[in-house]
């Protein structure tokens, strides 16, 4: 049997979406040999739109802003929420934690194409349409076998390193068994892009509308302007609410949204010219974030709920995190992986599932809804909004359960 051709790399990267461009951005911007390997062909479809302003931090922080910028993306200021006749907004720009203001809303397909562009343009190689098909940690240099679709070469790289930015692929979780059942419920997301034809004054395209259900209060919409006169949009909930209904996606997204009038009111202009998808189940997590030899990044490692759009920020937060210690380790510096990257990742991480949680179980929009709040409290949770969850001078972020639970509490009793 003819033996694979093995190349020798520094770091590997699988995928090349935000977590991992980023990484391999910042890695290169070190002096570092990367290579990243992507399983599809950009422009791809993702969701995760509406981002937070938490991730320009991290985007300029790998020298792509001015990328972005000019890209013509949405303008995003903060996060608005309708409730039957409900209405309230956070403004980003009024926030407790010091950091961006604003951020954009994004068609992904392009958004990380830009990444992806810019991370080539600093000298990163990506190779498209390859997909990992085994990796072997056992030696001290781990060693990936590739595939490449086009004509189904096979090879081997061997490195020093591995980051699995690879999303929703999840590759090296299933590859090396890292695999966690998630603790939340299943849900399904019902999704499309519109031509949203919005003429409603107090529509505000510069904000994501979240759009509570008005009989079920763990159902909601998202809507998120882009700036071409289109919007995605898109509805989750628990699977049981959608026994009995209509197995066509299209009819089963139109219909939610028909029992929601302050959403159908939006929307009724709109015209639907996509067909509907789907994803089911989506919640994920993993054993452990690192090993001998590799690290997880973003969604590969955990997706909490699109709830509050935190996945690409966690992703691009971990993409950071990672990238900074790999450098140094690489370096020649002694790096306790665990206690610099998988511990202080998991705090923000826990920090927005408190609020995903107590968002499913009406505490938090109880909070949200509430008509009196002070305005240091809203300060206090535009911020977490922002994505700035990792700030532990912020009271809600430094005790984010006991902390939401007396606000829904005194919210409640008012």
């Given amino acids: 049997m003819k033996s694979l051709e093995v190349e020798q790399r520094q770091v590997v990267v699988i ?19 990367v290579l990243v390997l992507e399983r599809q062909r950009f422009p791809r479809f993702s969701i995760g739109e509406s981002l937070l302003s938490h991730c320009l931090d991290f985007v300029e922080e790998a020298g792509m802003l001015d990328a972005v910028k000019a890209a013509g993306f949405q303008t995003k200021h903060g996060a608005a929420f309708a409730w ?38 600093q000298g990163v190689e990506i190779r498209y349409e390859e997909e990992i098909i085994a990796a072997d940690f056992a030696s001290e240099r781990p060693r990936l076998s590739v595939r490449r679709l086009a004509d189904g070469h096979e090879y081997q790289v061997e490195c020093t390193f591995v980051l699995d930015g690879s999303g929703y692929g999840r590759v090296l979780p299933r590859l090396l068994d890292l695999e966690l059942p998630s603790t939340f419920p299943v849900r399904r997301a019902v999704f499309t892009h519109i031509e949203d034809r919005i003429d409603d004054p107090a529509f505000d395209r ?40 209509e197995t066509d996606l299209d009819a089963n997204l139109k219909r939610f949204v028909a029992e929601t009038p302050s959403l159908a009111k939006v929307l009724k202009n709109a015209v639907w010219d996509t067909p509907a998808r789907e994803i089911n189940g989506y919640s994920a997590n993993v054993t452990r974030l690192h090993g001998p030899g590799y690290a997880l990044l973003g969604n590969a490692a955990e997706f909490l709920d699109p709830v509050f759009s935190s996945g690409v920020t966690i992703a691009m937060r971990s993409a950071s995190m990672a990238a900074g210690l790999l450098h140094r380790q690489l370096s020649g510096e002694v790096v306790d992986w665990e206690s610099a990257f998988a511990i202080p990742l998991k705090r923000g991480v826990d920090t927005f599932r408190v609020y995903v949680e107590g968002w499913y179980d009406g505490s938090f929009q ?26 532990e001078k912020n009271p809600y972020v430094a005790e984010p359960k006991r902390r939401l639970r007396v606000l829904a509490e005194l919210c409640a009793q008012d």
Avoid at 26 to 32: T, Y
Avoid at 94 to 120: C, H, I, M, N
Avoid at 370 to 388: F, K, P, T, V
Wanted: net charge negative.
């Fill in 15 to 33: 995928g090349a979406g935000p977590s991992g461009a980023i990484a391999a951005a910042l890695l290169k911007r070190n002096g570092h040999d």
């Fill in 84 to 121: 039957n006749e409900r209405y309230t907004e956070f403004d980003f720009r009024e926030k407790f934690t010091p950091g961006k203001d604003s951020t954009y809303q994004v068609q992904r397909a392009d958004f990380d194409k830009v990444l992806a562009d810019e991370a080539e343009r």
């Fill in 206 to 245: 510069e904000k994501i509308l979240i759009t509570t259900h008005p009989e079920m209060r763990d159902v909601w919409f998202w809507t998120i302007p882009f700036s071409n006169g289109r919007c995605s949009l898109g509805v989750v909930a628990d699977a049981k609410h959608h026994e009995g209904r």
């Fill in 366 to 391: 109880d909070v949200i809804y509430y008509e009196h709040a002070s305005d240091d409290i809203r300060r206090m949770i535009s911020s977490i909004l922002a994505g700035y969850a990792w700030d």
